[in-house]
C-alpha cells in the first residue's frame, strides 16, 4: 500500500514538473517590419472553461498591415493559474509590427 501511494505521487510530481508553457505563433502579411511590439491579457476562469477578457490582434496590430500575433501562457500565467488553484488562467497575446 505504502509502495502504491508513493508511486502515485511520483508519477504526479513528474506530470507537473514536465509540464510545459505553449504558444500559438501565426503571421498576418509579409509579418513583421518595424519590431515593434504590443502585449495584452486574457482572462479565462474555472481551468479556462469560461471567458473574460480576451484581446482582439486585430485591434492591438492598429494600422498595420503586416504583423505577427504570439498568444502564450507564460511562466508567469502558470504560476498565478498554479495559485489560484486553476479558478484564474491568463494568457498573453504579444503583436509584433
Same mark, same amino acid.
Request: proline share 3%; charged share 20%.
Given at each position: ?13 513528474? $506530470? ?6 505553449? $504558444? ?15 502585449? +495584452? ?21 492598429? +494600422? ?34
Amino acid at each position: 500500500m505504502k509502495k502504491t501511494v508513493l508511486n502515485l505521487i511520483s508519477v504526479l510530481t513528474f $506530470s507537473l514538473l514536465l509540464s510545459s508553457c505553449y $504558444s500559438l505563433t501565426y503571421s498576418v502579411g509579409k509579418g513583421p517590419q518595424t519590431g515593434i511590439d504590443v502585449k +495584452e491579457k486574457n482572462h479565462y476562469f474555472v481551468y479556462g472553461l469560461a471567458k473574460g477578457k480576451t484581446s482582439d490582434p486585430t485591434k492591438m496590430a492598429g +494600422e498595420a498591415e503586416d504583423y505577427e500575433v504570439n498568444i502564450s501562457h507564460t511562466f508567469v500565467d502558470g504560476f498565478i493559474s498554479a495559485i489560484t488553484f486553476g479558478v484564474y488562467n491568463p494568457t498573453t497575446t504579444k503583436i509584433t509590427k
